[in-house]
């Protein structure tokens, strides 16, 4: 199995690239900001089965670390072929709205590295007022000390918008109310793309984990790339019990 893709966690469908250069994009008019409140309390580290076709594939680990002024969004998938998928995401405290991320893909054939820095600007540069910068860097063999290739453009981000790397941890600060339904932009920095993306909460359901029967809500993921479907504890921390691209899921283990 390739992890080339596996953490992509909100969009992993191949994507026709779009270039938005210094103009927002303001095609969701039903689109706002979906985080309610931080329901996490850090540090804290939980540990998932990664299958396919229900088969065991490898695993996922996502941790959140205090940072000054925010958090740091950590998730890693690995296998035992040496296969990985890294990022971390720096986010504001009380928004959780992106500040800079970083994303390393290793497989056999290459490394690759995607660093982004948000930064606010005047809306002369771009008509939200904020952009994010991303560096992309390719190392081939993945052990090269010397990258391959390497680029670096700005890419203007539209309001409502949030790291695509840090969607697990977003989705658990939304409210859960059932039929709620929020809009949002997710911004795929490494892809130099952003989506828009639905999320519907549907019905409380008993969930049997690894450590016992866990009340929890349903949420539906909709995006041009897909359907997908997650499942966070009813607690009060809604942590991510279960996840379900479409192609491969993440069980909680602890």
Same mark, same amino acid.
């Given at each position: ?98 500040? @800079?991320?970083? /994303?390393?893909? $290793? &497989? !056999? ?12 600007? %005047? ?91 866990? @009340?929890?809500? /349903?949420?539906? $993921? &909709? !995006? ?12 009060? %921390? ?17």
């Amino acid at each position: 199995m390739r992890f080339r893709r596996v953490l992509a966690v909100a969009i992993i469908a191949p994507l026709a690239l779009a270039a938005f250069g210094c103009q927002a994009t303001s095609e969701c008019k039903n689109c706002k900001d979906i985080v309610v409140g931080v329901p996490w309390s850090a540090p804290e580290t939980h540990t998932y089965t990664l299958t396919e076709d229900g088969d065991a594939r490898g695993t996922v680990e996502l941790s959140v670390e205090k940072a000054d002024g925010g958090f740091v969004l950590h998730q890693k998938a690995s296998d035992d072929k040496g296969n990985s998928d890294e990022s971390s995401v720096t986010v504001d405290a009380v928004t959780l709205k992106p500040l @800079d991320s970083t /994303r390393t893909i $290793i &497989d !056999s054939s290459e490394k690759r590295v995607a660093e982004s820095t948000y930064e606010d600007v %005047d809306k002369d540069t771009c008509s939200s007022g904020r952009i994010v910068h991303v560096k992309q860097t390719t190392f081939k063999p993945p052990d090269a000390e010397k990258p391959d290739s390497t680029r670096s453009n700005p890419m203007c981000v539209p309001e409502h918008a949030y790291d695509n790397d840090a969607s697990l941890f977003t989705w658990r600060a939304i409210t859960f109310d059932r039929f709620e339904s929020m809009s949002y932009v997710t911004v795929l920095a490494d892809r130099r793309n952003t989506q828009i993306v639905t999320l519907r909460v549907r019905n409380e359901e008993q969930l049997q984990t690894a450590s016992g029967t866990v @009340d929890a809500w /349903r949420v539906d $993921i &909709d !995006s041009p790339s897909g359907a997908q479907r997650a499942w966070f504890a009813s607690s009060d %921390d809604h942590r991510l019990l279960r996840y379900d691209n479409g192609t491969t899921v993440f069980e909680i283990q602890k």
